[in-house]
């Protein structure tokens, strides 16, 4: 078999395992999340010049009273540093939330 063939099915086969995981973690905290209030600790911006890739953090006190900083899976537009919002964690995940 061709090695570059080899690669690309590899390369593919990782893209879907993240995709899936990443759907995974999502419906878990839809499905079985906890919800709670929580204040917006940063926005990061981690693109280049040409290319925009920005990131929320939230913290938030979890059910076992600590303190998580998690980023916000669909962060949406609008929002900024100490403004409060409403998400879901799940307590397996605590460092992936979404906004509700």
Known sequence: MDKGIIMWAVF???IAAIILFSRK?????KENGIETDAVVSRISDGGSETDID??????????????I???????????????K???KYHPKYRNNARLV
């Open 54 to 67: 920005i990131d929320v953090y939230v913290t938030f006190v979890a059910e076992d009273g600590s303190e």
């Open 25 to 29: 973690i999502r419906n878990e905290i």
């Open 12 to 14: 593919l086969a990782v």
């Open 85 to 87: 919002v409403r998400i």
């Open 69 to 83: 900083e998690a980023v916000l899976s669909n962060p949406g537009e609008g929002l900024e540093e100490g403004q």
